[in-house]
């Protein structure tokens, strides 16, 4: 069984000489990867003591990024505290909708104006 690590014992690693971040609820100490991350350690450092999930996703990581993570890994969360570190995609629903009702009212306007 992983050992379970808090939120805010997470939070308590944002230095540069002990760097932790929560990726899909699971715990890593990054902390001597730092100067081997290709995109540098900056990138680490911004998400040092948070949840980094969605930008580990947004920049599409390999199949081999995410095998060398696993030695990285020290914990997981809690089950009381998972999917709670990020915002859920779902709740952003009404804005694609919003714009999706733009964009067509968009399109309608424009051909009302042209007639």
């Given at each position: 069984m992983a050992r379970q690590i808090t939120i805010e014992e997470v939070k308590k690693h944002?230095?540069?000489n002990s760097v932790w971040m929560i990726i899909h609820d699971d715990v890593y100490d990054v902390t001597r990867f730092l100067n081997e991350h290709p995109?540098?350690?900056d990138t680490l450092l911004e998400y040092a003591g948070?949840?980094?999930t969605q930008a580990f996703e947004d920049v599409h990581h390999s199949e081999d990024a995410r095998e060398i993570m696993k030695k990285f890994k020290i914990g997981t969360l809690p089950p009381?505290?998972?999917?709670?570190?990020?915002?859920?995609?779902?709740s952003y629903t009404w804005v694609f909708l919003a714009l999706a009702g733009a964009i067509a009212l968009g399109v309608v306007w424009k051909k009302y104006l042209s007639k």
């Open positions: 944002k230095r540069k995109g540098g350690e948070k949840d980094g009381d505290q998972r999917n709670k570190s990020i915002v859920d995609c779902r």
